[in-house]
């Protein structure tokens, strides 16, 4: 079993940056593919990014492309994501997720980005 909870969400204005973390429970965190989703109101989540259980594949959302970073620190047990260049679409409720045979869902944190 993994528990996951995400921190660094706020409120910051368009062209703006966050980092988020998301810390993980568990002795198994580097054999996860993990992943950042979202979730804008009265919208369904839709995938953001996601690294390999090693750090050396990444795949991102178009949306987001050239404007956000994962990445993964194994030894803490953390996955990040670096948002820089943010735009008021960006705004929405972040969730971290791991996956190997079964998925793996934080609370969420929410992100809100002012035009």
């Known amino acids: 079993q993994v528990q996951l909870v995400e921190s660094g969400g706020g409120r910051v204005p368009a062209g703006g940056s966050l980092r988020l973390s998301c810390a993980a429970s568990?002795?198994?965190?580097?054999?996860?593919?993990m992943g950042w989703y979202r979730q804008a109101p009265g919208k369904e989540r839709e995938f953001v990014a996601r690294?390999?259980?090693?750090?050396?594949?990444?795949d991102y959302a178009d949306s987001v492309k050239g404007r956000f970073a994962i990445s993964r620190d194994n030894a803490k047990n953390t996955v990040y994501l670096q948002m820089n260049s943010l735009k008021p679409e960006d705004t929405a409720i972040y969730y971290c997720n791991a996956q190997k045979l079964v998925e793996h869902w934080g609370q969420g944190t929410q992100v809100t980005v002012s035009s």
């Open positions: 690294i390999s259980p090693s750090g050396g594949s990444t």
């Open positions: 568990g002795r198994t965190f580097s054999t996860y593919n």
